[in-house]
């Protein structure tokens, strides 16, 4: 790639160039890639109406081999994701599910508070939210339809066909694909600026949000995760992302926890920083921890819900980071080391009583499920092609 062809986005080249070599423009090219798979077949099922819905419900539940005379578009679009990876060992999926699920509600805390505020700190990336209202809007059942996207991948087994996991990893496609046409159809889109929407680079960011903030941060918080349960996290996402379209150059990476912290290291290094969009999607992503716990209990437990979620937001994300994006500053920040105190003393015990790590798998990824169907009421999450 040349150097004009690459977005104004791509910030400290010379310093990226020097630590990462090639590796750098490489993922800065991808700044410009889409899903062209994904945007065909969602421009096909724009074209054809239900008979082509039809079709696609039909190889999503059964495989593109059950659907009589596929479009070129329907067939591309399933036969990728029908590809199953030499990497992929759904043994080793199903012991990051396991682990993923002991992380309960303070993993849906962690989701919020760094996840989704780390990737809100790229003016660039929230660039396509900005544009659809999504997170402006009913924000409260944005975020929980995105919890329950997390909580049906991270099911055991949820990446099999059939299950909810792997549906909504192929419906995602779609909806992105939805997203970028929209986008790129206005013209206020700046694609020099900031890149094709919901671009590929953008995509990895994300699976590395889930699993490798994630598991920091519940380390942080007094977790304990062993390296195999790591990869196994890393391995799940990094399927999921194969679902969903992401490049395997991207995904590649994610085999190893060292080379996922390098690339991990890339992607901070060359992000552009907060804008005024940034801040707003911040502000109104502070106020759903105390909108999710009405209900749940007293009043006074949704506020300090709300303080804990934003004390931890400040703490995860870092000073200079929640100065950008407006967190809060006040002595909630300090939680964590009252909850690490707490934690680890339960998870040593968990390590040492047989049956038990499972027992807690299955006991928080229960409440997690109560809880979105609470904050849904009842009211299946949108993620319609």
Not at 130 to 141: C, D, I
Not at 319 to 339: C, R, T
Request: charged letters at 25%; a neutral charge.
């Amino acid at each position: 790639m040349t150097e004009p062809s690459l977005p104004s986005r791509y910030c400290n080249r010379e310093r990226a160039r020097a630590f990462f070599g090639d590796d750098a423009d490489r993922y800065a090219s991808y700044y410009l890639v889409g899903d062209p798979v994904a945007d065909s077949l969602a421009a096909w099922l724009h074209a054809n109406g239900d008979p082509a819905k039809a079709d696609f419900e039909l190889a999503l539940r059964r495989g593109i081999a059950a659907v009589p005379h596929p479009a070129p578009e329907l067939e591309r679009f399933f036969v990728r994701a029908e590809e199953v990876p030499a990497w992929l060992d759904f043994d080793e999926l199903e012991l990051g599910a396991l682990a993923y699920q002991r992380f309960g509600i303070v993993g849906m805390i962690i989701l919020s508070a760094w996840s989704l505020i780390n990737g809100y700190h790229s003016s660039a990336a929230v660039k396509p939210l900005a544009f659809t209202g999504q997170l402006r809007h009913n924000t409260q059942r944005r975020l929980a339809e995105t919890a329950r996207f997390v909580s049906e991948v991270t099911q055991v087994d949820g990446l099999q066909r059939g299950r909810p996991g792997r549906e909504i990893s192929l419906r995602v496609a779609l909806i992105h694909a939805h997203v970028r046409s929209a986008c790129l159809g206005s013209t206020e889109w700046q694609t020099a600026d900031w890149g094709v929407p919901i671009n590929q680079a953008d995509m990895l960011g994300t699976l590395l949000e889930f699993s490798l903030l994630m598991m920091d941060g519940v380390q942080r918080l007094g977790f304990l995760v062993t390296p195999e349960e790591r990869k196994a996290i890393l391995a799940m996402w990094r399927y999921c992302g194969h679902l969903s379209g992401v490049d395997p150059w991207l995904l590649q990476p994610l085999g190893s926890e060292a080379e996922t912290r390098r690339l991990a290291e890339l992607i901070r290094m060359v992000q552009p920083g907060p804008d005024e969009d940034s801040r707003i999607l911040t502000e109104q992503l502070l106020k759903v921890p105390e909108q999710n716990a009405k209900g749940a209990g007293p009043r006074f437990l949704g506020i300090a819900v709300s303080r804990f979620h934003n004390g931890l937001a400040r703490a995860l994300n870092g000073p200079e980071i929640a100065d950008n994006l407006g967190i809060p500053n006040d002595f909630w920040q300090y939680s964590e080391y009252p909850v690490r105190a707490l934690v680890t003393p339960l998870e040593r015990a968990r390590r040492m009583i047989p049956g038990a790590s499972r027992l807690v798998a299955r006991a928080s990824n229960q409440v997690i499920r109560k809880d979105l169907e609470r904050i849904l009421r009842g009211r299946s999450a949108e993620f319609g092609v």
